[in-house]
C-alpha cells in the first residue's frame, strides 16, 4: 500500500476537556483544538494562516471536532486514491498530494479574515516605484542581462469561456496568430537582435498539456527553448463531505473530480519539475511571469535593467517585483498592493470585509491595480520554498458540477507569495502592459486598427490622441463565442477615435465602419440592426430594428 503516513501530515491527538478532564479527539487550549504536523512535508501549513472570510460557528466545539474528523477521513480517502496510481507516476503524485494535504489542513485551521481592515497601513513612499523613472541599460550590458531570465507563461486555460476547444493559447488573436505564436516571436526576436538565450517556459495544466505539447513542436527550427511543466491536480472536495469526490486516479475518465489549484501552485509545481534548480545552475537569476493571454506582458528591458542591471539601487536584491498600473472605475474589482504587517502585500476583494467593499473599490483609496506580472528571484523562490515558508491565502471556490454535486475548490494565486519575500516592490507600469483578452471585448480591440503587430508585440497606433483603450461592452447572448463574434463583421471597425461602446442584440456590421465617440447600438428583442458598409457613428445611439435585405 502507498500511503502518506511517513509523508504527510501526522496528527497527535490527545484530548483535553476546557475543565481539564480527559475525554476523546483533538488538543484543546480554551476550546480550539490545534493538530500538529509533524513531518517536513507538511511543514507548508504549519503556521496557521488566516484566509478569505468564513461564517462563524455557533457551537466552535462541534466545528473543531468536525475539522479533526475531516482530516483523519481525508488521510484514509487520499491513501485510498494513492492505491490506484500506477507505479511509474507514484513519486510525483505523493509530492502534488502533500500539497494538496497541507493546503487543506490549512483550510480547516482558518478563523477568519485574513487581513484586519483596520491595520492595513498607507503604502510607504518608495514601494511603488514609477515605470518612468526606470533607465534604459547600456546596449553593451542587455546580452548578459538576458542570459540572466527566463520568461514563464501561465498557460493552464481552456478557450471554453470563449467558444473554443482546447488550450486558450491557440486561440488567434491577429493575422491569424495565436497568444503562443506572439510569445514565442517575442522572445525570439529578442534572441536574434542581441544574440542571447532566453528560454520560454510554459506551465500546462492536465487540461491543457497534451494539446500544448502537440502544437509546439511547431516552433522546432526557432531560436527559443521551449520547457513545459505541469501545475498540481487536485481532486475536488465535496461540499457536504469535505471528502475528495474522486474514486481513483483515473483522471481523464472522471475529469470533473479534478482541478488545476490556481497559479499560485507555480513555484511549488516550478520546483517539483526540476525547472528551478536547472535554471540555477545555469546563471540564470530571474523569471518573468504573466498570463499567456496578456498580450502587453512583454520582456522589459527597463524593469530587468532595474533588477540586475545599471539601475540597480543598493547591495541588497529585489527578491519580488509586482507591476501595478492605475486603477480605472473599469478595474474596480482587481487585487491592490497594500502595506500590512510591514510588508507589501497583494490585497483580493475576496479578502475585503463586506462593509468595506466600497472601500476597496475606490479608485482614491486604491489608486493600482495588479496586472499580474510578476518579476521574481530564482534563488529566493528556492529558499521561501526549502524553508517551507511560503504561505499564500486560500481561495474558497465553490462551484456546481453539470451531475448537481456541489464542490469546494482550494486555490491559490501566485501574486499572494509577495508578503512571503524580502525588498519586494511594485513597479507603476503604463497601461499597455496590461492588454489581457479575457471575452471577445477585448478581440475586437486587439484584432482592430488601434495596434499594429510588431515582432510579436501590439503597439498602439499613434493616430490615437489617449493611451487608454475604449471601453466596450458586447452582448453576451450575441458576441460571447468567438465564431459568432467574428460573423457579426464583415471586417473589423474602425476604433481610433472609439472611447465607448456597447452592443447589446442582434447587430451586425458591414465592411468599413467607423465607430467614434460614444457609441450605443440596442436591438431589442425580435428585432436587427444591420450597420451599413461605410457608415460613420459618432456620439450615436441606435436602437429599434434597422435591417438591410439582399435582393
Same mark, same amino acid.
Given at each position: 500500500?502507498l500511503?502518506?503516513q511517513? =509523508?504527510?501530515?501526522?496528527?497527535?491527538?490527545?484530548?483535553?476537556? =476546557?475543565?481539564g478532564g480527559?475525554?476523546?479527539g483533538?488538543?484543546?487550549d480554551g476550546?480550539?483544538v490545534?493538530?500538529?504536523?509533524l513531518?517536513?512535508?507538511?511543514?507548508?501549513?504549519?503556521q496557521?494562516?488566516?484566509g478569505h472570510?468564513?461564517i462563524? =460557528?455557533d457551537?466552535?466545539?462541534f466545528h473543531?471536532a468536525?475539522?479533526?474528523?475531516a482530516?483523519?477521513?481525508l488521510?484514509?480517502?487520499l491513501d485510498?486514491?494513492?492505491?490506484?496510481?500506477e507505479?511509474?507516476?507514484?513519486?510525483?503524485?505523493q509530492?502534488e498530494m502533500c500539497?494538496?494535504?497541507?493546503?487543506?489542513h490549512r483550510?480547516?485551521?482558518?478563523?477568519?479574515p485574513s487581513?484586519?481592515?483596520?491595520r492595513?497601513?498607507?503604502l510607504?513612499?518608495?514601494?511603488v516605484k514609477?515605470y518612468? &523613472?526606470?533607465?534604459?541599460p547600456q546596449e553593451?550590458?542587455?546580452?548578459?542581462m538576458l542570459?540572466?531570465l527566463v520568461?514563464v507563461k501561465?498557460?493552464?486555460g481552456?478557450?471554453t469561456?470563449m467558444?473554443?476547444?482546447?488550450?486558450?493559447s491557440?486561440?488567434p488573436v #491577429?493575422n491569424?496568430?495565436?497568444?503562443l505564436?506572439m510569445?514565442?516571436q517575442q522572445?525570439?526576436?529578442l534572441?536574434?537582435?542581441y544574440n542571447?538565450?532566453?528560454?520560454?517556459v510554459?506551465?500546462?495544466?492536465?487540461n %491543457?498539456?497534451v494539446?500544448?505539447?502537440?502544437?509546439?513542436?511547431?516552433?522546432?527550427g526557432f531560436?527559443v527553448?521551449?520547457?513545459t511543466?505541469n501545475?498540481?491536480c487536485y481532486p475536488r472536495?465535496s461540499?457536504?463531505s469535505l471528502l475528495p469526490?474522486?474514486?481513483?486516479?483515473?483522471i481523464e475518465?472522471d475529469?470533473?473530480a479534478?482541478?488545476?489549484?490556481?497559479?499560485?501552485?507555480?513555484?511549488?509545481?516550478?520546483?517539483?519539475s526540476?525547472l528551478?534548480r536547472?535554471f540555477l545552475?545555469?546563471? #540564470?537569476e530571474?523569471c518573468?511571469?504573466?498570463?499567456?493571454?496578456?498580450l502587453?506582458? %512583454?520582456?522589459?528591458?527597463?524593469?530587468?535593467?532595474?533588477?540586475i542591471?545599471d539601475?540597480?539601487?543598493g547591495d541588497?536584491p529585489?527578491?519580488f517585483?509586482?507591476?501595478?498600473t492605475d486603477?480605472t472605475?473599469?478595474?474596480?474589482?482587481?487585487g491592490?498592493l497594500?502595506?500590512y504587517?510591514?510588508?507589501?502585500?497583494l490585497?483580493?476583494?475576496?479578502?475585503?470585509?463586506?462593509?468595506?467593499?466600497?472601500d476597496f473599490?475606490?479608485?482614491?483609496?486604491?489608486?493600482?491595480?495588479?496586472?499580474?506580472?510578476i518579476w521574481?528571484?530564482?534563488? =529566493?523562490?528556492?529558499?521561501v520554498?526549502?524553508?517551507?515558508?511560503m504561505?499564500?491565502?486560500?481561495?474558497?471556490n465553490?462551484?456546481t458540477?453539470d451531475n448537481g454535486?456541489?464542490?469546494?475548490?482550494?486555490? %491559490?494565486a501566485?501574486?499572494?507569495a509577495m508578503?512571503?519575500f524580502?525588498g519586494?516592490?511594485?513597479?507603476?507600469?503604463p497601461r499597455s502592459r496590461?492588454?489581457p483578452?479575457?471575452k471577445?471585448?477585448?478581440?475586437l480591440l486587439v484584432?482592430?486598427?488601434l495596434?499594429?503587430l510588431k515582432?510579436g508585440?501590439?503597439?498602439?497606433s499613434p493616430q490615437?490622441?489617449f493611451p487608454? &483603450?475604449?471601453l466596450?461592452?458586447?452582448?453576451?447572448?450575441h458576441?460571447s463565442?468567438?465564431k459568432?463574434?467574428?460573423s457579426?463583421?464583415a471586417?473589423?471597425?474602425d476604433?481610433?477615435?472609439?472611447?465607448h461602446l456597447t452592443?447589446?442584440g442582434d447587430?451586425?456590421?458591414?465592411r468599413?465602419?467607423?465607430?467614434r465617440?460614444?457609441v450605443?447600438i440596442?436591438?431589442?428583442h425580435?428585432?436587427r440592426?444591420?450597420?451599413p458598409a461605410?457608415a460613420i457613428?459618432e456620439?450615436?445611439?441606435v436602437s429599434?430594428?434597422?435591417?438591410?435585405?439582399?435582393?
Open positions: 500500500m500511503g502518506l511517513n =509523508s504527510c501530515i501526522v496528527l497527535n491527538a490527545k484530548a483535553v476537556n =476546557s475543565d480527559g475525554g476523546g483533538g488538543v484543546a476550546g480550539k490545534h493538530f500538529k504536523m513531518n517536513p512535508c507538511a511543514d507548508i501549513g504549519q496557521q494562516v488566516r472570510q468564513r462563524p =460557528s457551537t466552535k466545539e473543531e468536525t475539522k479533526r474528523d482530516l483523519m477521513r488521510k484514509k480517502d485510498h486514491l494513492l492505491e490506484t496510481v507505479e511509474s507516476r507514484k513519486t510525483g503524485v509530492k500539497g494538496f494535504e497541507a493546503l487543506y483550510f480547516l485551521q482558518e478563523d477568519g487581513v484586519e481592515w483596520d492595513i497601513e498607507k510607504p513612499e518608495e514601494a514609477d518612468s &523613472t526606470l533607465k534604459l553593451a550590458h542587455i546580452r548578459d542570459d540572466k520568461v501561465l498557460n493552464g481552456l478557450g469561456s467558444g473554443c476547444h482546447g488550450p486558450k491557440v486561440i #491577429r491569424d496568430l495565436t497568444f505564436d510569445t514565442v522572445i525570439e526576436f534572441n536574434k537582435k542571447a538565450n532566453v528560454p520560454l510554459l506551465m500546462n495544466s492536465f %491543457t498539456d494539446d500544448t505539447e502537440k502544437v509546439i513542436r511547431k516552433y522546432k531560436q527553448q521551449i520547457y511543466f501545475q498540481s472536495i461540499r457536504d469526490i474522486a474514486k481513483d486516479f483515473d475518465n475529469i470533473e479534478w482541478y488545476p489549484p490556481g497559479h499560485g501552485d507555480f513555484y511549488q509545481s516550478f520546483q517539483n526540476g528551478l536547472k545552475e545555469e546563471g #540564470r530571474y518573468f511571469l504573466s498570463n499567456i493571454d496578456n502587453g506582458a %512583454t520582456v522589459d528591458i527597463k524593469i530587468l535593467n532595474r533588477l542591471g539601475d540597480r539601487q541588497k529585489i527578491e517585483v509586482m507591476e501595478v486603477k472605475r473599469a478595474d474596480v474589482k482587481g491592490t497594500i502595506h504587517e510591514n510588508k507589501l502585500r490585497l483580493e476583494i475576496a479578502q475585503v470585509p463586506k462593509e468595506h467593499v466600497d473599490k475606490s479608485v482614491k483609496t486604491f489608486k493600482f491595480f495588479n496586472t499580474n506580472n521574481a528571484r530564482l534563488e =529566493s523562490i528556492e529558499r520554498l526549502n524553508a517551507k515558508t504561505n499564500m491565502e486560500i481561495i474558497v465553490n462551484k458540477l454535486i456541489r464542490v469546494i475548490q482550494l486555490e %491559490t501566485v501574486g499572494a508578503k512571503c524580502d519586494g516592490i511594485g513597479i507603476n507600469v496590461f492588454l483578452v479575457k471577445t471585448s477585448d478581440l484584432m482592430s486598427n495596434y499594429s515582432y508585440s501590439l503597439v498602439m490615437r490622441m487608454t &483603450t475604449p466596450v461592452k458586447l452582448g453576451d447572448n458576441f463565442k468567438v459568432e463574434f467574428l457579426r463583421f471586417n473589423i471597425p476604433l481610433i477615435e472609439l472611447d452592443v447589446s447587430v451586425t456590421f458591414g468599413g465602419v467607423s465607430l465617440g460614444t450605443i440596442i436591438a431589442n425580435g428585432d440592426i444591420d450597420i461605410g457613428l456620439n450615436k445611439i429599434g430594428n434597422m435591417r438591410i435585405l439582399d435582393h
